[in-house]
């Protein structure tokens, strides 16, 4: 290479404009094609209640709904997004309303530093609409790819089963009516 070359042969690709909704939010942004689902939120949109942990899909910290499927939100490309309807912990709650998970996770103080409270709760939602957890040890093995340094997995058992009780309203990724 010479003096004053560019130091790549080919410029990098340009920005996508990408169309999505987010939170009920129709949203159109540009974003290069390697910032992941979680940098977008996080960084652009600013929706920070969504945490980075590991930023390696070991921790599940940065669980989202995508379709109403949870998601590694640090593994997910933004740009495979297109069209697709994320819901965060901020889209869950109704104007006056917790969403029913929301408010079982308070009732059973399942929380202690709260860090991975959002991903929880997220993917507890997720995990009830998936249908494949129908009592506390499915849920111990379907939330295993959701960790709490604080250890309140006894509280957040209790507070699946709660909004698990509460009807089909718990595995819905939208405001309850208010
Ligand atoms: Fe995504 Fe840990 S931050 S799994
Ligand atoms: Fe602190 Fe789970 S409440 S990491």
Redesign the pocket.
């Known amino acids: 290479m010479k003096p004053g070359d560019a130091p790549f042969a080919h410029p990098p690709p340009a920005a996508h404009r990408l169309d999505l909704t987010v939170n009920g939010r129709p949203t159109t942004v540009h974003v290069e094609p390697w910032v992941t689902l979680?940098d977008l939120l996080r960084d652009r949109l600013h929706l920070t209640g969504t945490?980075?942990?590991?930023?390696?899909?070991?921790?599940?910290?940065?669980t989202v709904l995508v379709d109403g499927i949870r998601i590694?939100?640090?593994?997910a490309l933004a740009v495979m997004q297109a069209g697709r309807t994320v819901t965060t912990i901020e889209g869950l709650a109704g104007k006056e309303t917790l969403h029913p998970m929301q408010q079982a996770f308070v009732d059973c103080d399942a929380l202690q530093c709260g860090y991975c409270t959002p991903g929880q709760i997220c993917s507890a939602i997720g995990m009830l609409s998936e249908g494949h957890s129908h009592g506390s040890d499915d849920d111990r093995e379907q939330m295993s790819g959701n960790l709490c340094r604080c250890g309140a997995y006894a509280n957040i058992l209790e507070a699946i089963e709660q909004a698990r009780g509460s009807g089909p309203a718990a595995a819905r990724a939208a405001p309850p009516a208010s």
């Open positions: 979680l945490k980075k942990g590991c930023d390696h899909g070991q921790c599940g910290a940065c590694n939100a640090c593994l």
